[in-house]
């Protein structure tokens, strides 16, 4: 693996987390400086390299010389926007936010992947699989027809790629964009033939993450993890026949937007605890991706709070920005990335099911879940002894011999089942692992983790049933076993289509209310997420996460790119989420999964699960042009310290969203929309109002016709509560109605009486 001593030393503890070495902290500056994002907003002059020597002039004023300025520096924003990342004190972080050009100075932050809570996150030290679990995705059915995202380019900000794959085959493409204008970084591991024209450009964001964690790392854009490439295969990865994992979820692999071109840009990096990068590194990567001409950005990572005004940059350059809700579902507003200008995706679980028959000492049959195959040269299932525990947990398991047999893990307190298999699960599969055992029966709340079986359990049976199906197993295993008692595992079947019900919210996808913007409605969109199959190295395995879902709303974006291409980011999200199901094909409403069950709202989805072909035909949109968030959101969102900013008075309700959020309706409030028919000239839309209970929703007018003459109609929406409470979220919507066609937008509000109020008391 290539290392090349970095130019710069830094220790950044707001990236690392630990900081390895002090003596070597001190070394590059003092043990207090840390690493900060100064933010100057557009870019004034015309060449970047003066916009850098303006960063220099500025730094060099407050540290002394332009030495200490280019030596403090480690990256300079010049092409999106204006600004930089520089190791700096914190008083001199202080004195910097006062100089008049300075919108903003902040910490940079860890940024880690949105894939489900990992094990590897809980420190369960699991072997390494020698021969790779292999696996590959089937999705993509419901696509836009007639395109394949030609020549869109995606931008992927993640843990870099694995170019061999067979999903990134450039094969039968043309000559890359003559717009494009990125790079092909070398480096060890990555030559320059490593770019295609699929993969048209790969550029890495080593400056600020420490040598310690480089040093485990290629130090090019090839992916060390395998995330990056799952999810740049499943937003974009080329069509591959007979993907797989040991013939489960068998079918064509490939991704939202097959013919898309792929621009990588690598900022995270493979760490003991998870890929983890900075926002100096992710705000570079998005600085270039708006200089390099991506169309759509595609991030699935997370970061605590909100950071986001290179995102806002890249959406008034016309460029889409798709971010994942995260993984802390189903706690209410947990939901992350909320910034009004992307496009939040939670994800869901597909039609897909993989269950596996069990058959018992007496018989009996019963059905779990697993990815359990056969292996090819395996004697096939056969009866085992069974050996009932109820955790599992290490310490509950010490001593006993399950050599050749399955353990089933049965709590016998039922509140015990609901909060540990996080931690119960690892420690079981390792047990039965390490012991020789040949399954595991599982019954407890699992939170959406089949797709880390195939790395925990490594070719042994683990199986997930219902907690009612362990109550049967330990009634059969005390009660009804007339010799020992035993049972079969059947390698897993794959289920798809009309037999499962489907979609669901899946329980670990984050729900809002948004804390940093409760007056939008997010997630804004949901899409698969649970159990995808997608290119990891040269093969394909599962992985599960808002981080899987988000990569399918990039994918669809480029499809809608290539057949609009003038449609705006703000068009784009309105064509996606008003077009959104709310309801399964047989018309049962989508649930929410989670302790318990429920049917979703739009805090778990919101405006429903994407339609890829709805959204390429939405008739209607609720355009925005960029400047208006500015208006909205310029002061409390970019911070401005000493230079006055367009402060306004109006609440961001008030913004021509695809949605209405009110989190505090006193008394009744007006607030407008205004809808563009990009559909059929001639056209005759009508209102159809679904008040939020305890509130009366008046729109008007009620019939909106659109002809060459009138293509934009704004319309009023009266809200007013109906008692004076102190309520909670009732969800309501307002849909344009055409025939068949019809354009949705959720609505939220809350009656208040108080202005501050706990919920959670
Ligand atoms: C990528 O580059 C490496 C090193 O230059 C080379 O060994 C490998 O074959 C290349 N892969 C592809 C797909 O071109
Ligand atoms: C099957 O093959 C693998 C590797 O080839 C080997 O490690 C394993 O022991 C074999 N299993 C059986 C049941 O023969
Ligand atoms: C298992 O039990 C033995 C003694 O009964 C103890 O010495 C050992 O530390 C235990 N192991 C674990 C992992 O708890």
Redesign the pocket.
């Known amino acids: 693996m290539g290392f090349s001593s970095s130019s710069r030393r830094l220790c950044v503890p707001s990236v690392l987390l630990v900081c390895l070495s002090m003596i070597l902290c001190r070394a590059q500056g003092g043990s207090s400086r840390k690493l900060y994002i100064v933010y100057l907003g557009d870019v004034k002059h015309d060449h970047p390299d003066h916009v850098v020597a303006s960063h220099h002039d500025m730094l060099a004023g407050l540290l002394g010389s332009k030495e200490e300025s280019v030596a403090s520096v480690v990256y300079n924003y010049k092409h999106g926007f204006s600004g930089f990342a520089a190791m700096l004190t914190p008083e001199q972080a202080k004195q910097l936010a006062e100089f008049p050009d300075v919108i903003s100075v902040e910490r940079s932050k860890t940024h880690t992947t949105t894939t489900t809570r990992s094990w590897d996150f809980l420190g369960v030290n699991y072997q390494t699989p020698a021969s790779e679990l292999l696996h590959g995705t089937n999705y993509g059915e419901d696509c836009v027809q007639n395109n394949y995202g030609d020549d869109v380019i995606i931008g992927v900000v993640d843990t870099g790629i694995w170019p061999e794959s067979r999903s990134f085959s450039d094969k039968g493409y043309g000559p890359i964009p003559s717009r494009w204008k990125g790079k092909c970084q070398v480096g060890p591991d990555w030559g320059i033939n490593n770019c295609s024209r699929k993969i048209i450009g790969a550029r890495f964001y080593s400056a600020g993450i420490s040598d310690e964690i480089l040093k485990t790392n290629s130090l090019s854009p090839r992916d060390n993890h395998g995330h990056g490439t799952h999810c740049a295969s499943t937003a974009a990865g080329s069509a591959v026949e007979a993907a797989s994992f040991h013939g489960l979820a068998k079918g064509v692999a490939r991704g939202g937007a097959p013919r898309a071109r792929i621009a990588v840009y690598k900022t995270l990096w493979e760490t003991p605890r998870g890929p983890q990068g900075g926002t100096a590194g992710v705000l570079a990567a998005i600085d270039d991706a708006i200089y390099d001409g991506v169309d759509v950005l595609s991030l699935s990572l997370g970061v605590p709070g909100e950071n986001s005004f290179g995102a806002l940059h890249a959406v008034q350059k016309g460029i889409t920005v798709v971010y994942t809700a995260g993984n802390n579902g189903p706690i209410p507003q947990t939901v992350g990335n909320t910034s009004p200008w992307v496009i939040t995706v939670a994800a869901t679980k597909v039609d897909r099911s993989f269950p596996t028959v069990i058959t018992l000492g007496n018989r009996q049959q019963i059905v779990g879940q697993s990815l359990y195959y056969q ?1 090819k ?3 096939g299932s056969s009866f085992r002894d069974l050996i009932l525990a109820e955790l599992c947990t290490t310490d509950e398991l010490n001593g006993t011999d399950v050599s050749g047999m399955i353990l089933v893990c049965v709590p016998s307190r039922r509140d015990e089942s609901v909060l540990t298999p996080l931690v119960t699960f690892p420690q079981a599969s390792q047990y039965v692992r390490n012991g020789g055992g040949s399954g595991l029966i599982f019954a407890q709340y699992t939170n959406d983790l089949l797709s880390e079986t195939a790395k925990l359990c490594n070719g042994i049976a683990c199986v997930f049933v219902d907690p009612d199906t362990g109550e049967r197993i330990r009634k059969y295993y005390f009660l009804d076993a007339t010799s020992s008692p035993v049972a079969k595992i059947e390698p897993a079947r794959t289920v798809t289509g009309k037999e499962i019900l489907g979609p669901k919210v899946a329980s670990f996808s984050s729900r809002g209310p948004s804390r940093d913007y409760p007056d939008v409605i997010k997630p804004d969109i949901a899409a698969p997420g649970a159990n995808i199959l997608a290119a990891v190295e040269d093969s394909y395995k599962f992985m599960s996460g808002t981080s899987m879902a988000a990569p399918h709303v990039s994918g669809i974006v480029a499809l809608l790119k290539a057949q609009h291409p003038h449609w705006s980011p703000a068009a784009i999200k309105s064509a996606i989420i008003t077009t959104a199901h709310i309801t399964d094909e047989r018309g049962m409403p989508i649930l929410a999964e989670g302790l318990s069950r429920k049917t979703a709202d739009p805090f778990d989805y919101g405006g429903g699960n994407i339609n890829p072909g709805g959204a390429a035909d939405p008739g209607l949109v609720y355009d925005i042009d960029p400047r208006e968030y500015n208006k909205f959101f310029g002061c409390t969102i970019i911070r401005r310290t000493t230079v006055s900013c367009d402060e306004t008075t109006l609440p961001a309700y008030h913004l021509n969203l695809p949605s209405i959020a009110v989190p505090e309706l006193r008394r009744p409030i007006t607030l407008w929309r205004t809808v563009t028919n990009v559909g059929k000239v001639d056209s005759v839309y009508h209102a159809q109002v679904q008040s939020p209970t305890g509130v009366r929703m008046e729109v008007e007018p009620i019939v909106l016709v659109f002809d060459a003459m009138n293509k934009v109609h704004t319309f009023k929406v009266k809200l007013s509560p109906m008692w004076k409470l102190q309520g909670d979220y009732t969800f309501g919507s307002i849909t344009w109605r055409k025939e068949h066609k019809t354009v949705r937008i959720p609505v939220a509000t809350r009656m208040t009486i108080h202005d501050f109020y706990a919920d959670v008391a």
Do not use: L, Q
Request: proline fraction near 0%; avoid cysteine; charged fraction near 0%.
């Open positions: 292996a040269n395996s004697s």
